[in-house]
């Protein structure tokens, strides 16, 4: 017993003195920063470990880190890519590391389809951009922070409407006039990336040659959008918490002119019709002088109806950490985003342009034992969007007319010399023309509300099979995703009146309003409807990947099943086998096969499935024993060429069925009942999907340690378009409309992407990083089945040999000057009245005295951009950080028309209206702006040169400015102000349109200014 306890007391003794060596001594503060051997930049995101304890930090964004330990303990740093260090703290207060690139594990990051390659070895086209540049843009659709960002993706919004700003998504242009849109996986399935909080975000990737999409087969030939999401890394747990509060802003907006500039254009276009004036010299006097404001309004209806300035608050919290078995991330975030239309503020309802959403992702990882890992994704989001009722043929969908198409018509035809808003008895003040006001439309016909909700999951789970071979494993993933929409409309009439101004005996005008029409206010009215989706995909993988000596090889056999079910119609199919092989020789030697066989039941039985190889090589030259050339780091050569297909050829399903119904009358009411046969569409049994024939050559070089240089050429042919017959004839005892669509289009596409990269340490406080890229893509429609026109016409094709959205119009020669000249020229019939001074007189192109049809020609470019270009710059100067986004696009033309251009048959005017031809601006050589002015019907006012314009335009797309702070118990802190839309340059001639918005009608683009600040825990 007394041996045990000298025992013990000896064993506490010694633990004592243990205690007093490590634990006793003062705890100092270590500050340093991680930063990469090669360029001397820094390593965000870096573990740094007190060795055998828990304790540890991760460093900043300039890759700065700070931790208490004792003055003998040792630190281990380690990064994902990187070789992990150990160093003794040896008493120093201030240590730095640099770590060295580890190419076994660096060479894993590069996202591909269905899976990840050695970036070294990658010889497909591919793309891709981090989530730190994604923050930089406080636009609250993920869609938008995506122009500028990616060589070959052409991003164009249309909209700026909270909850429909809608964004077309290109990549390496059209090559089809059916579905354009590439498909977009998240975390490798099928998903919408429109409503994604990007904090969730950790990589966008695009995929655009054969190699790396033919692996989708059917469905990859416009390209494929990966979208990763994060997950846990750090051995520290981290809590990020980000707010961010802005407001928003009209990039541009149509502005009628005032009253008496309105008065004066009215005269001037009556008069060049020989009416008269309609406003006398005392009238245009009152409007001028606002005199008599009861009499002659001025009202800036614009002004009136739209808000100068409007909120957008967004909050993200996220936590992440990695155990030894359990990885984790979790993110909730809220975004709200005000309207820039004014309503009333005592109404009983809401009718606001407005949108609350909310989005949450969990994403877990556990190894159940070394041989067997899991993981559960689950995501969703809630999203209320709020807007006027308008008019009934208003649609709440994200297609169809949304209410601001009626609104900001409104706005743009109401004169600014009709009073209002409202009558001295409330009600909404119009005109005898104008039926539907604005800001009736807006406060006072109700509100729509729609709902969405979204639910995603995705399991699966992953087995090493080494005892059956090494490098061999197999993984299972189910997901099962659901979307929810309902919509109510509450909607209801109102009363409106009509200024009426009479003479009287007494010589004073009598003013009062009388009612516009019957209507009477009314309760809302409430109704709904409410649609449903849901989604399942099922993947089986094999994989296999080992290196024997120099011999790298890898390979991938995918099965996959997914079903879509949207309301009651029959489910969307898709199934099919997908496969990869790579092969690599000593790092310099590459080559890779890819193909998929997939098919669905929009095909008829025995024709479902096809076959889409590819196949794709590269040399990394500058391996090579010969390579000696001084400053060019890397040098490599890749090409590929390959089959992808496209099933996504329009909205009618089934088209290898006959579509024939049984009607009533008509004059072969033959069969029972009265009734007869009516064939709405024949068959087509050889329906096909398309196919693009593919091939890139790619070039990629590094020199002077700082610069990256990629070079891409491809060209495309797809054919199998589906598109309508031309020139069947009408003997064939069909109307054409009964004939189905065939497979026999046929588009070339072809062009380049050049992109340069920097990055580089001007000193151990200042980071510099750019990228610069242009890509050019252009197609041409081979085969269209388009009957030629006769020989008489100037262009005897209005598709065969054009692009895809090629402009066609008139060619604009000069403006009439005479009616002598008109006399002379070649006889104008292009529709409106007869020509007369001023009107533009068009070429005769055909040469025949006579301006018609015939002579309509193409003119400039397509309505989608053939160039798209991007220069971001960042830098960070110790605590502060800049980084600069312009982006653009050009080759493009797009015909402005109607409300903002147009005079004859609207009822305002604008800017470019105060400009226009007059005898005497004619003769004193003044700048005309615009056509004679007319009450009839116009034949400038055509699709002409003069109308097709020019929207190609430079932007600075966002602007970021932060500072970080240093606060206790605070790991780092971020201050930040940025920008959205804030510059705009282009060629056109007003600035009543943004050149990227669809029209004039739709919500306006808008400017974001935001402040934030980023918290890390």
């Not at 019957?518 to 309760?523: A, G, L, Q, W």
């Not at 046929?746 to 610069?772: C, Q, T, W």
């Amino acid at each position: 017993m007394r041996k045990k306890l000298t025992k013990f007391y000896l064993m506490f003794l010694l633990g004592l003195v243990w205690a007093n060596s490590t634990y006793g001594q003062e705890m100092i503060e270590i500050k340093g920063v991680v930063l990469e051997a090669k360029s001397s930049l820094p390593l965000p995101g870096a573990t740094v470990m007190v060795k055998g304890t828990s304790r540890g930090a991760v460093t900043d964004f300039d890759g700065n880190y700070s931790i208490k330990a004792t003055g003998d303990a040792v630190l281990q740093i380690s990064f994902i890519g990187y070789q992990s260090m150990e160093e003794p703290v040896k008493g120093r207060v201030k240590i730095d590391f640099k770590l060295e690139e580890d190419s076994e594990q660096l060479s894993e990051v590069v996202v591909v389809g269905f899976g990840e390659q050695k970036k070294a070895t990658v010889t497909g086209s591919i793309s891709s951009i981090s989530t730190q540049e994604l923050k930089q843009s406080p636009a609250s659709n993920l869609a938008v922070t995506l122009a500028g960002r990616l060589p070959g993706l052409t991003s164009i919004q249309t909209s700026g409407e909270p909850g429909r700003d809608l964004t077309q998504l290109f990549i390496r242009g059209q090559g089809t006039i059916n579905a354009r849109s590439p498909i977009i996986l998240v975390d490798g399935v099928e998903r919408d990336l429109t409503y994604m909080d990007p904090n969730e975000v950790e990589s966008v990737t695009i995929l655009k040659d054969a190699s790396s999409t033919a692996i989708f087969g059917v469905r990859g030939a416009n390209g494929v959008i990966l979208v990763t999401t994060k997950r846990g890394t750090s051995e520290i747990p981290e809590v990020n918490l980000s707010a961010e509060s802005g407001v928003q802003s009209f990039t541009r907006v149509a502005q009628p002119v005032n009253a008496f500039e309105f008065a004066t254009l009215r005269n001037l276009a009556q008069n060049n019709d020989g009416f008269g004036d309609a406003y006398s010299a005392e009238a245009l006097e009152a409007y001028r002088t606002h005199s008599d404001p009861e009499r002659y309004p001025d009202t800036d209806w614009a002004g009136l109806l739209m808000e100068d300035f409007a909120q957008q608050q967004r909050v993200n919290l996220n936590i992440s950490g990695a155990g030894k078995a359990v990885k984790y991330y979790v993110n909730a975030g809220y975004l709200n985003q005000g309207g820039l239309f004014k309503t009333e503020k005592n109404l009983d309802y809401d009718p606001s342009f407005k949108l609350d959403r909310y989005n949450f992702r969990s994403n877990i990882d556990m190894e159940i034992n070394p041989n067997l890992k899991a993981f559960l994704n689950l995501a969703g989001y809630v999203e209320k969007q709020n807007s006027p009722f308008s008019v009934s043929t208003a649609s709440t969908g994200q297609g169809g007319l949304s209410p601001s198409v009626n609104i900001l018509a409104g706005i743009l035809d109401m004169p600014s010399n009709v009073p209002g808003p409202t009558s001295p008895n409330g009600a909404v003040v119009t005109t005898s023309e104008l039926p539907n006001p604005a800001y009736g439309l807006l406060n006072r016909t109700g509100y729509r509300q729609q709902t969405r909700n979204n639910v995603t999951s995705t399991f699966g789970m992953e087995q090493k099979l080494n005892f059956i071979t090494k490098g061999l494993s197999a993984k299972a993933v189910m997901s099962f995703d659901t979307k929810a929409t309902n919509n109510l409309n509450a909607s209801k009439s109102y009363v409106r009146e009509i200024q009426v101004i009479e003479q009287t005996e007494t010589g004073k005008d009598s003013i009062y309003y009388r009612n516009f029409s019957d209507d009477v206010e009314t309760p809302l009215n409430i109704s709904g409807s409410r649609s449903f989706q849901s989604f399942s995909n099922l993947q089986a993988y094999l994989n296999y990947k080992r290196t024997f000596k120099k011999h790298d090889v890898s390979a991938l056999v995918l099965y996959q099943h997914q079903k879509r079910i949207i309301n009651d119609q029959l489910p969307y199919n898709l199934i099919g086998v997908s496969s990869r092989f790579t092969y690599g020789y000593d790092d310099k030697y590459f080559f890779e096969f890819n193909a998929g066989y997939n098919g669905s039941e929009q095909f008829a039985p025995g024709r479902r499935f096809g076959f889409f190889p590819a196949v794709s090589a590269g040399w990394l030259v500058s391996k090579e024993k010969f390579w000696n050339i001084n400053g060019i780091d890397k040098f490599k050569i890749r090409g590929s060429y390959g089959e992808v297909g496209n099933d996504r050829i329009g909205n009618d399903r089934f088209l290898y069925l006959d579509d024939i119904s049984i009607n009533g009358g008509g004059y072969s009411s033959s069969l029972n009942e009265g009734r007869r046969i009516a064939i709405n569409q024949l068959k087509n049994g050889e329906l096909q999907w398309e196919v693009a024939r593919k091939a890139n050559i790619g070039f990629e070089l590094s020199f002077l340690k700082s610069f990256d240089l990629i070079i891409d050429v491809f060209t495309e042919k797809r054919d199998n378009i589906l598109r309508n017959r031309g020139t069947i004839p009408v003997l064939n005892g069909l109307p054409i409309g009964a004939l189905p669509p065939v497979n026999i289009g046929v588009v070339e596409n072809k062009g380049f992407e050049v992109e340069l990269n920097y990055k580089k340490a001007i000193s151990p406080d200042f980071f510099v990083r750019g990228r610069a890229f242009v890509g050019y893509a252009t197609n041409r429609q081979k085969f269209a089945d388009e009957p030629l026109l006769p020989e008489d016409y100037a262009y005897r094709y209005r598709q065969t040999g054009y692009r895809i959205g090629q402009n066609f119009g008139y060619v604009v020669e000069k403006y009439f000057e005479t009616q002598e000249e008109i006399d002379n020229a070649p006889e104008q019939i292009v529709g409106g009245h007869e020509s007369k001074p001023g009107d533009f007189k068009y070429k005769d192109l055909n040469g025949d005295g006579v301006v018609d049809q015939r002579d309509i020609a193409p003119i400039g470019a397509s309505t989608v951009p053939e160039t798209s270009f991007g220069l971001s710059l960042s830098t960070t100067y110790k605590n502060f950080d800049l980084s600069v986004l312009f982006q653009g696009v050009a080759n493009v033309d797009k015909f402005y028309y109607s409300r903002g251009t147009f005079a004859s048959g609207q009822n305002n005017f604008f800017s470019q209206h105060l400009s226009s031809w007059t005898p005497e601006r004619a003769a004193n050589g003044e700048h005309i702006g615009f056509p004679r002015l007319s009450t009839e019907p116009s034949p400038s006012e055509k699709e002409n040169s003069f109308f097709i314009r020019d929207a190609s335009y430079v932007r600075l797309k966002n602007l970021e400015i932060g500072y970080r702070l240093n606060l206790k118990g605070i790991a780092n802190m971020r201050l930040y102000v940025n920008g959205l839309n804030l510059i705009t340059w282009d060629k056109l001639p007003n600035k009543n349109y943004d050149p990227e918005a669809a029209n004039g009608l739709t919500y306006p683009l808008i400017k974001v200014y935001s402040l934030g600040v980023d918290l890390k825990f």
